[in-house]
């Protein structure tokens, strides 16, 4: 939002993305003007040189002309081809989810956004985040739809209910940029906004080690697990287990009842949670209560936390560059905005308090419990 | 006085009995067949909503001088930015061109003596009144505040506003719409005059008849959309809303199946008048006839195969996204080629730049900056960042504004003196023409500079920075609002005090031009005979262009 570059009124650059987007909108003004200057010119020409001389002369009549036609016809695809082609490659590098990064969840609602780090650190209409660092969103909402709208990044996704949305942006310069919520929400639409603080890795670690409150969406996801809901009592494993086996299962492939699979994604569980009955894993009855007006989104966001920790799969929560080990997208590369982050991000096992985030001494670039599946 | 026959500008000594004068009773007025009494009852009602919109976009115009939700409240300014939206385009954009210059002029201009189902016409417009008044007791009882789009679920559940009243308003009112559409279609086919054939219809009829194709197919859809919604609201069925078991991006594929659609509705109109203007003020046939003809068709069918890119950013898969923007670019070839095809047109007339021609030469100038920030917001990556900002609003007021709003008033003044056998003040005329073309770009261009620096729609408030340019759109605004004044006044001032037309005052072959003005009830004296192309100006389309510079230099003297 800052008008400090180069062209006036111009918004400011702040993701690997920013000048893409940018170089795009160059080259559509670019055109727009090659386009028009001919076509005004014309007019303002014919206008003047064809001005009425005479009341109610008659001009020789013209017939149209297919060679016109065609070339008018023509030359417009073929620039319009080149807008979309270049459009397609801005876009399929904004909405891939990168394989590795900083996760981040967001929950929408009237009219705030509650933003948690995967180190517990939890904050409202702000969000901290390092330099160069990727960084990934999974966004939801308690009530309407919202936009999560950061204009010095050049991206935004809407925050649809009873689904989870994506946005990754990997920030370039430290500061404090508008984040906007662009979907109208109601009453106080406009005022749910904030900012994003972009910092330096030193200062970010810092921050985080500052701002530790609580449990990190891992534990608070076992505690509900465990204690609160009483998932476990089914869950749990062992003899008595009536409920499907969790460990291992996140993006892998679930074979359900009538020999359908699916791939268990965060969308997946998510539904598992509330709609129990929808898909039923093979060798088990369909005997789950719905947890329904039980749990809150965020409290979701934790369970799916949880049972992705018991697949060695979670967030990292620091700027841990050069993590990215796995490979293994084929499963959800068919599409990437609804894919979700299959890849093994070496992290903390089960068990292990995720605490890593929460040390600033943790050597960035060194995760801890290097037990990397996959 | 039709076929070939010499035909002049006619002033003739007695006044005859014409539409107007033909029963002057209220029930001779609500109970018409008539359509041209029809259309009047239209340009009253349309007139109004358009006054009513108009105040609301002033009141936005004025909260958004100053960065703080002063002036109203954020909740009353999220009323106003509805209820601007609905009025606008329910009420005005989608009605205006067709309803009225539509109405008035379609039959006419293919010989006919009515509309081929008078009634029908007479019930779309009680269903347009029904419709409308349902929605004013909404916004009377307290008002809506979910933005035109009505979007899912804050339209259902979440909003205690009175979404019922004006969505059940916009429900019958579409039905108004479905029979205007019908109308036209059968009377294009069945009513013309013998010799009008297809391709000597004047291209207005080609776009009006575009439009209909539009009207029948997609306002069902809406229709629907808006009935899912109050069963959702009402009864609490879970369609839209996921809370109980809805789908809230459902909503916005249905709303986008027909709301984009209506775009064309909102502008394929236009693109008729704009064709007509700009052919018959130059006094030179149309360039490329055939090619403005079925561009008209090409954009309505392909108008129904990229509602999908009001969601590129809505959680559709990326692959839906990409083939969306690849037929928004190809939906923009047919606009081009209507834009070449004009200016061609304009090389070697006689070009005349009376009031309607001012209007159809600003048209071109809003219509191309309007058709090329559609190629930014088609362009899959440009358009996450403009999405749901201002550059989008700048864009769609270019367009259905800049485009339909502009091409509406050159068509009444143009058809003025044919409606009302009243010359308007020429002078006054193409200042308001002038004013409308600085103020409109004065109020939207600096938004495109505010969408790309990230501003979004429908916020009462927005950070210190931005002000500037918004302040200069709320001056531009206020220029705007005065060009559009104007007209109420030297038009009604011409009724009373105007000078008489004659039947042909700019001397052009139309049919509608060889009828008397005001017309007669039954439109021709005679059934009229075709024998010209279209737009003919020469001496074999029997203009009698002498006895109209004899009369024209006798006025001057």
Not at chain 1, 55 to 76: D, F, Q, R
Request: hydrophobic share 45%.
């Amino acid at each position: 939002m800052q008008t400090n570059s180069w062209v006036p009124f111009f918004p400011e650059q702040a993701s690997t993305f920013a000048w893409q987007v940018d170089a795009l909108y160059f080259y559509l003004i670019l055109v727009s003007v090659a386009f028009s200057i001919p076509i005004v010119a014309a007019i303002f020409y014919f206008g003047i040189r064809y001005r009425e001389k005479e009341k109610y002369a008659t001009p020789e009549e013209m017939h149209g002309s297919i060679v016109l036609e065609t070339v008018w016809s023509i030359i417009p695809f073929v620039i319009s081809m080149t807008i979309f082609l270049g459009g397609a490659i801005v876009f399929y590098n904004q909405y891939r989810l990168p394989e590795d990064g900083m996760e981040v969840y967001v929950v929408g609602k009237q009219w705030m956004w509650k933003i948690q780090h995967q180190g517990g650190q939890r904050e409202i209409n702000e969000l901290h985040v390092p330099v160069d660092t990727n960084v990934k969103l999974t966004m939801t909402t308690e009530d309407v739809i919202h936009d999560f709208s950061v204009p010095a990044f050049r991206t935004k996704t809407d925050v649809v209910p009873g689904r989870y949305t994506y946005l990754w942006f990997n920030a370039t310069k430290p500061g404090k940029y508008h984040l906007f919520c662009a979907e109208y929400c109601g009453l106080n639409h406009s005022g749910m906004g904030g900012y994003v603080y972009v910092m330096e890795k030193d200062d970010f670690a810092a921050w985080q080690s500052g701002n530790v409150s609580g449990q990190t969406p891992v534990e608070q996801g076992r505690d509900l697990f465990e204690n609160k809901l009483g998932c476990a009592s089914c869950h749990a494993g062992g003899p008595q287990q009536r409920g499907a086996k969790l460990e291992g299962i996140f993006g892998h492939e679930v074979k359900l009842v009538g020999g359908q699979t699916v791939a268990a994604d965060e969308a997946y569980i998510r539904e598992s949670i509330l709609n129990p009955g929808a898909k039923i894993v093979e060798g088990y009855q369909p005997i789950m209560p719905t947890f329904k007006g039980q749990v809150t989104e965020e409290q979701l966001l934790a369970l799916v936390s949880y049972i992705k920790s018991l697949s060695g799969v979670a967030g990292t929560t620091t700027s841990s560059t050069g993590s990215g080990a796995g490979g293994a997208t084929g499963a959800n590369s068919s599409n990437p905005v609804t894919a979700t982050n299959s890849t093994a991000v070496p992290t903390a096992n089960r068990g292990q308090a995720n605490r890593q985030g929460s040390n600033p001494n943790a050597p960035a670039g060194a995760p801890s419990g290097g037990n990397s599946n996959r | 006085m039709q076929s070939a026959d010499a035909i002049s500008p006619g002033f003739p000594e007695t006044p005859k009995l014409n539409y107007l004068t033909n029963g002057s009773t209220l029930k001779s007025w609500l109970l018409t067949k008539d359509h041209k009494r029809i259309a009047i009852m239209y340009l009253i009602s349309v007139s109004a909503f358009f006054f009513m919109g108009g105040l609301y976009a002033a009141s936005i115009r004025l909260e958004l001088l100053t960065p703080a939700s002063d002036l109203m409240e954020s909740g009353t300014y999220n009323k106003a930015f509805t209820q601007h939206g609905i009025l606008m385009i329910f009420f005005f954009l989608i009605p205006s061109i067709p309803a009225v210059l539509g109405n008035f002029l379609l039959p006419i201009m293919i010989g006919a003596k009515d509309l081929a189902l008078p009634r029908i016409n007479l019930l779309s417009l009680y269903i347009y009144w029904v419709g409308g008044a349902l929605t004013l007791f909404g916004l009377m009882q307290g008002g809506v505040d979910t933005g035109w789009t009505f979007y899912t679920p804050y339209s259902t559940t979440f909003s205690n506003t009175y979404v019922m009243a004006v969505g059940l308003g916009i429900f019958i009112n579409g039905f108004s719409s479905i029979l205007t559409g019908l109308n036209f279609i059968v009377t294009v086919h069945t009513m013309r005059a013998p010799g009008m054939t297809w391709f000597r219809l004047p291209l207005f009829v080609w776009a009006q008849y575009a439009t209909s194709l539009v009207m029948i197919l997609g306002t069902p859809v809406v229709a629907i959309t808006v009935l899912l919604l109050a069963i959702e609201r009402f009864a609490r069925v879970g369609i839209f809303d996921p809370s109980i078991g809805g789908d809230p991006i459902l909503f916005q594929h249905m709303f986008w199946f027909y709301s984009h659609p209506a775009v064309y509705i909102m502008v394929l109109p236009g693109m008729g008048v704009v064709s007509e203007l700009i052919s018959n003020f130059s006094r030179k046939k149309i360039f490329g006839y055939e090619f403005i003809a079925f561009s008209s068709i090409a954009i309505a069918v392909f108008g129904f195969l990229v509602w999908g890119h009001h969601l590129f950013v809505s959680g559709q898969s990326i692959y839906a996204g990409l083939v969306f923007s690849f037929l928004t670019m190809v939906v923009a070839i047919p606009s081009a080629i209507k834009m070449f095809n004009w200016t061609a047109t304009l090389y070697k007339g006689s070009i005349d730049f009376s009031t309607p021609m001012l209007y159809g030469i600003g048209f071109m100038g809003l219509f191309l900056i309007g058709g090329l920030t559609g190629l930014f917001l088609g362009s899959i990556g440009l358009v996450v960042h403009l999405t749901d900002t201002y550059f989008v609003v700048s864009h769609f007021h270019y367009v259905m504004v800049g485009g339909q709003v502009i091409a509406y008033l050159g068509g009444i003044h143009y058809w003025w003196p044919k409606m009302t056998g009243k010359m308007y003040s020429e002078f006054w005329g193409k200042i308001s023409a002038m004013l409308v073309f600085i103020g409109f770009n004065l109020t939207f261009f600096p938004q495109f500079i505010l969408g790309y620096q990230g501003m979004p729609r429908r916020y009462a408030s927005y950070p210190a920075e931005l002000q500037v340019l918004n302040i200069f759109s709320s001056a531009g605004a206020s220029v705007l609002g005065v060009g559009m004044l104007m007209p109420v006044i030297y038009l009604l001032h011409s009724l009373v005090y105007g000078k008489p037309a004659g039947d042909n005052p700019w001397m052009l072959p139309g049919l509608e031009w060889r009828t008397s003005s005001p017309p007669p009830t039954e439109n021709f004296e005679k059934m009229p005979v075709v024998t010209w192309e279209a737009y003919e100006f020469g001496e074999e389309s029997g203009l009698d262009l002498e006895e109209a510079r004899r009369r024209d230099a006798a006025t001057v003297r």
